[in-house]
């Protein structure tokens, strides 16, 4: 079997201290707020540290994907880094793999922006790399949580204060 691996960087236009803090830091309650008419619900099995289960349940809008549970394997404040292993209950690329591990690292570009670099290492049932497009869609997902969070913070910021 093959371990194949997908890396993209997105531009986020808060700090970097701003999106650890509201996105990854471990309180999931902003992904009701900030993906309205995309997840329905949040629920968190654990105390939000490693081995924590959070379960994301997507409006049926979204596509064939019903469920996303991941489960933290890591998360490092220092280095604004969390991995977490994921599994996708539905969805036409997830049908595809035996595992998948993600890991979001944000970094710093100036005041009041960040980078947001995901990684997704993922292993296929059939052993093969994904093909290109399905290994964008694979990623893209990571990247349009994200932006939806920058969306909120921005069009909200009093709220984070």
């Known amino acids: 079997m093959v371990a194949c691996s997908v890396t993209e960087e997105c531009p986020v236009a808060v700090s970097a201290e701003l999106l650890w803090k509201v996105f990854l830091a471990g309180d999931a309650s902003i992904m009701t707020k900030a993906c309205v008419g995309m997840i329905d619900a949040v629920e968190v099995e654990g105390d939000g540290g490693p081995g924590s289960v959070t379960t994301m349940k ?6 064939d994907a019903k469920v996303f549970k991941t489960r933290l394997l890591a998360r490092d404040a220092a280095a604004l880094v969390v991995r977490s292993e994921m ?9 595809k793999l035996k595992s998948q591990v993600s890991e979001l690292k944000v970094v710093p570009a100036g005041e ?3 980078v947001c670099k995901v990684t997704v290492e ?5 052993g093969t790399p ?3 497009e399905d290994q964008a869609k694979l990623v893209h997902g990571y990247l ?6 920058e969306e909120y913070i921005v069009a909200h910021p009093g709220e984070f204060a």
């Open 87 to 95: 599994v996708v209950e539905g969805g036409e690329v997830a049908a």
């Open 58 to 63: 997507l409006n049926p809008s979204v596509g």
């Open 112 to 114: 009041g922006a960040c």
């Open 122 to 126: 993922y292993e296929r049932l059939d």
């Open 144 to 149: 349009g949580l994200i932006k939806k969070v």
């Open 130 to 132: 994904l093909a290109p």
